[in-house]
């Protein structure tokens, strides 16, 4: 019995690396064959919204930056089963074959220009960016995606939990306070994310996870409330403005639908028997 629990818990870490593997390897493929065709292109354009030029430049925010590379290791291990293994894999080559159809076809490059960073200790980890990294591959923004794919597994960790939601927090922010990326970058990132929840679902056929199913074409419809925002505040007038109010209705509803709080199951009986009897009178 022994030697077969083991022989399980050693083929589930061998599952666990061999998934690791192959995001891994398509990753690299995708990130600098889209590289190289960028550079190959000379000039490249740049999206940006006005009040980014307000954002500052944190040079301790590389740490969270940084720990992408880490979860991208660690949540391969974090998965509890095959199916949750396999769903991860599929959602990870997913949002990198189709981030990287993007890279190609609309091709952006980050266009603020970074400060020089004064500490040595930190002055490291953006050399590495600078050398290893490019100002290319914008949007829609991988460090975005995958943050919200990492946690679609951490999320069911008993321990570490709340201080992985944190850092995931972090990262995020970090990918604006490092000057690597710009705000529709975030928008289409987390966008790209919530497609591959929709197109790829967890345990579909159990109706105890439909509601989170579901919740992903609110959040779906927040974000590009937000990106519609802005866009015609940018080109338009300020008015475009309002759309944030719907955009907040939106995360409201599919943060209620996620979290299965009873507000939505129990409003949505409610009006059916309303009309019901509007019917019957």
Known sequence: ??????????????QQAFALSVCTVIFMAVYNLCTWHATSLGYLPSFTFDFERSIPFVPLSIVPYMASG???????FSCKNKNQLKILTWRMLFVI???????????????????????SILKLPFSFLHTFDSPFNQSPSLHIAFAF????????????????????????????????????????????????FIIIPYRKKNPKYRSCWLA?????????????????HKYFATEGLILLLPALIMMIIGYCYQK??????????????????????
């Open 1 to 14: 019995m022994l030697k077969r629990s083991m022989t399980e818990k050693q083929l589930k870490i061998r």
């Open 70 to 76: 880490v979860f991208f290791c660690l949540v391969f």
């Open 97 to 119: 074959i189709i981030a990287g159809i993007f890279f190609i076809t609309v091709p952006l490059r980050f266009s603020l220009t970074k400060p020089e960073v004064s500490n």
């Open 149 to 196: 794919i990492f946690w679609s597994v951490f999320k069911d960790l008993t321990k570490w939990r709340m201080f992985l939601m944190i850092w995931l927090i972090l990262l995020g922010v970090s990918t604006l306070t490092t000057y690597q990326h710009h705000v529709i970058d975030i928008l289409t990132g987390a966008i790209l994310a919530h497609v591959s």
């Open 216 to 232: 992903n074409y609110y959040f779906i419809s927040g974000w590009i409330l937000i990106l519609a925002a802005l866009l015609l």
């Open 260 to 281: 299965n709080t009873g507000i939505i199951s129990q409003f949505m009986p409610t009006v059916k028997q309303n009309m019901y009897q509007s019917e019957k009178n």
